[in-house]
């Protein structure tokens, strides 16, 4: 066999090794972008969307979408998860940083509550949504982001099960104390790591 055979081979295994040590336990990977929303589609007029900040704040801070639009934003590429076992490598999304939206915040909250358009809520710990780790994202793959997969504008986690990445986002509640969302009130993990196989309360 030619050398460069050989080589083309170690190379592809490599990368077949890396892929795997990025899907966690219990998932695999596909190429499509499944749609799980628990209800219908809502249809927010764009002109009264608002993106909103409340709770444990001094003041409430709130964006139209237009002023939305003009914050910082970023491009990343990540993977997701979803607790229904499908894992999608690199996407890419643009959106603006949990820490571009809290810079300069003061708050006692150690929780925070995401809040969607129809009755969808997520809630995580604020250090789990800081410094890097989660964004709300307008635009997937350079488009912008389809309705069915919570656009305008939704929630991005990626550090955990994607069902934390509330779609349709229009703010987060700063709490004190921890209050579960939609799923998590309905036995799915609290926290949801997908590394821990935190699936199910209980995990
Ligand atoms: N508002 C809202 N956000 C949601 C959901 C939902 O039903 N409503 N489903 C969650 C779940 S379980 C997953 S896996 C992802 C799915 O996102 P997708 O439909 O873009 O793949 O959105 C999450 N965010
Ligand atoms: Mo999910």
């Known amino acids: 066999m030619p050398p460069i055979s050989r080589g083309f081979r170690r190379r592809r295994g490599n990368e077949a090794e890396a892929e795997a040590e990025r899907v966690p336990q219990g998932q695999y990977v596909t190429p499509d972008f499944p749609v799980l929303s628990a209800g ?20 409430v801070r709130s964006w139209t979408w237009a ?6 934003s970023e491009r990343i590429t990540v993977d997701i998860h979803c607790v229904t076992k499908w894992s999608k490598l690199d996407t890419s999304w643009t959106g603006v940083s ?4 809290l810079d300069g915040v003061d708050t006692s909250a150690a929780y925070v509550l995401a809040f969607s358009d129809g009755d969808y809520s997520s809630n995580l710990p604020l250090a789990d949504v800081r410094d890097g780790k989660a964004w709300v994202a307008y635009e997937y793959e350079d488009e912008p982001l389809a309705p069915e997969h919570g656009g305008p504008a939704r929630l991005l986690v990626p ?34 790591d997908p590394w821990k196989e935190q699936r199910y309360a209980g995990d």
């Open 40 to 59: 219908p589609t809502p249809h927010q007029p764009i002109e009264s969307w608002t993106f909103e900040i409340r709770g444990e704040i001094d003041e």
């Open 98 to 101: 949990l820490d571009t939206l």
């Open 159 to 192: 550090r955990h099960y994607f069902w934390k990445s509330a779609k349709w986002v229009r703010g987060i509640e700063l709490r004190p104390d921890d209050q579960p969302g939609f799923w998590e009130t309905y036995g799915y993990h609290n926290y949801g």
């Open 67 to 72: 002023e939305f639009k003009a914050l910082p």
